[in-house]
């Protein structure tokens, strides 16, 4: 006897188990796709947040810069004021040093009774009681530091019989004299 065989009940299982298959496999894939898509975009916006407080935080430090801006100006200004005064302090005592070398030498028997500076140009007016004196402060004149004697001054005697003298000094170059 022959036995028959329905192959059809088995055709449609595998039938069913291809489509399921094929089935899962597209849904997997559209979820993986799905998911790339959202870490895509949650990528994306978390990139867009962060640019964002950059921005907030680069304008932030600026304005605080810009509100700053004066405080550090005046703080500048205040520099270069003492800068300029500790300037003019150090000609001062440049000067000091130079007149106080200057009255070193002054001979005993003579003294100063004017002194003018103008244009770079020293000059000195006084009287000395013997010619020795003026000689000792003409050489005084000519060894003092950051001045240039010029042709001797005019020297007269006076009704007491006292010399009195003037002499012009220059300024030497500040710059030149330092080494």
Not at 49 to 64: E, F, H, P
Not at 150 to 167: I, L, V
């Amino acid at each position: 006897m022959e036995h028959m065989f329905n192959l059809l009940p088995w055709r449609e299982q595998r039938r069913q188990a291809c489509r399921r298959f094929w089935g899962q496999l597209l849904v997997s894939v559209a979820g993986m796709m799905a998911l790339i898509i959202v870490l895509f975009h949650t990528k994306t916006a978390q990139d867009k947040r962060i640019a964002t407080l950059w921005l907030q935080s680069d304008t932030q430090m600026l304005s605080a810069l810009k509100a700053k801006q004066p405080h550090f100006q005046a703080l500048r200004q205040s520099w270069l004021n003492q800068k300029a005064r500790m300037h003019r302090h150090s000609h001062t005592r440049r000067w000091q040093q130079r007149l106080a070398e200057l009255a070193d030498k002054m001979p005993d028997n003579a003294w100063l009774t004017e002194m003018h500076f103008q244009q770079g140009q020293l000059s000195v007016s006084g009287f000395a009681r013997t010619f020795q004196s003026l000689s000792e402060l003409e050489q005084a004149l000519e060894t003092t530091d950051g001045f240039l004697l010029r042709q001797a001054g005019s020297t007269e005697r006076d009704a007491q019989g006292r010399w009195q003298f003037h002499y012009q000094l220059n300024k030497e170059d500040e710059h030149a004299a330092q080494p």
